[in-house]
């Protein structure tokens, strides 16, 4: 919320958090709920600098599992679907998060892929989970 330098007159804060990019929008958030009166400003808007100019900032992790160039890769490699398989994860629970302690300014969203298994000699059926 935008107001006038006047209105901050008098007032006393705990911690002043300059630039309201990512870093800084998480540490005021963090700070308020440890109890501290925080004064967040930045020259322009939330997240209006270099934030709103990475596109990897709260994706869901899916990207992490799409392989260079083949499938097989994650066959001959095991280890990196391992690796691939804990990012994504991480990156799910971390946006979980966000959007449990931010509901205002992001929304939980559900996907649902359908997985189909080929029987022999039959048509192809839906994978019951």
């Known amino acids: 919320m935008r107001q006038s330098l006047e209105t901050l007159k008098g ?6 958090v300059v630039g ?10 963090q700070l ?4 501290y009166s925080v ?3 930045d020259k322009g ?8 100019r990475s596109t990897r900032m709260m ?5 992490y599992l799409a392989p260079g160039k083949s499938m097989f890769e994650f066959v001959r490699e095991p280890r990196r ?10 990156a799910m629970q971390n946006r979980a998060e966000f959007v449990e302690n931010t509901p205002t300014r992001a929304l939980a969203t559900n996907w649902f892929y359908p997985i189909y298994r080929i029987l022999l000699g039959r048509s192809i059926l839906p994978l019951q989970c």
């Open 11 to 16: 007032s006393s804060f705990d911690v002043l």
């Open 20 to 29: 309201a990019g990512a870093n800084g929008a998480s540490a005021a958030q």
């Open 32 to 35: 308020t709920a440890a109890g």
């Open 39 to 41: 004064l967040l400003v």
């Open 45 to 52: 808007d939330f997240g209006s600098g270099s934030s709103s």
């Open 59 to 63: 994706h869901c992790g899916l990207r």
């Open 81 to 90: 679907l391992r690796t691939a398989v804990r990012m994504a994860r991480s």
